[in-house]
């Protein structure tokens, strides 16, 4: 008996002592992560929204509306829309980051917080994640904002022989509200390919 209490108790202890945690880098979090799941992660929001940023820099038509402005625009950022299948996605996760990144450039007035929220309740989406003409004018005037940019997040699953391909695709769109509109769109993608194993992943 207490040879069996004994085995017992190093079983434990043995088992509690194989848990380890370390603190890593993004980089080396963003590629464990990748043996853990198949999911949108941290990394993938800042990423993408890193890209779009810069696709916005270089994007002709918005350099043409920035040079006519003259002055840094005022920017209503309506909340990203998840048009993906996953109840879960962190799309507040993605709008948070696009306007932090978007106020850290110091190219922009971004309309305040409270004013936003407020606003955000009025706004109604139609399929493809924008609102009518006339009702994002009325919004942006109401906002004082030069401009709106509303996003949208899809993603395209794809299955064969345990191998799973997730395209997930974010949308731009930017509205010049006192001509109604389009000055830019963009979009970037990301790819993430699994593989299930016969005992598990």
């Known amino acids: 008996m207490k040879n069996l209490i004994l085995i017992t108790l190093l079983t434990s202890l043995v088992s509690c002592g194989s848990f380890q945690a370390e603190r890593v880098s993004g980089d080396e979090s963003d590629e464990k992560s990748l043996e853990i799941t198949d999911a949108w992660v941290t990394r993938d929001t800042e990423n993408t929204v890193g890209t779009v940023l810069s696709k916005m820099k270089v994007h002709k038509g918005f350099k043409n509306y920035r040079l006519k402005l003259g002055r ?11 048009q993906t299948a996953e109840p879960y996605f962190p799309s507040d996760d993605i709008s948070d980051e696009f306007l932090t990144q978007l106020s850290e450039t110091g190219e922009f007035i971004l309309i305040d917080a409270s004013a936003r929220e407020s606003l955000l309740k009025e706004i109604q989406y139609q399929n493809d994640g924008m609102v009518s003409p006339a009702e994002a004018k009325k919004i942006g005037n109401a906002a004082g ?6 996003g949208n997040v899809r993603m395209q699953p794809r299955k064969r022989g345990g191998k799973t391909l997730k395209e997930y695709t974010m949308n731009i769109r ?24 016969k005992v598990g992943w």
């Open 145 to 150: 904002a030069d401009l709106m940019i509303f």
């Open 72 to 82: 840094r625009p005022k920017v209503f950022v309506a909340e990203f829309n998840n």
């Open 174 to 197: 930017m509205t010049d509200i006192s001509r109604g509109i389009e000055v830019m769109r963009t979009r970037t993608r990301v790819n993430k390919f699994s593989e299930q194993s």
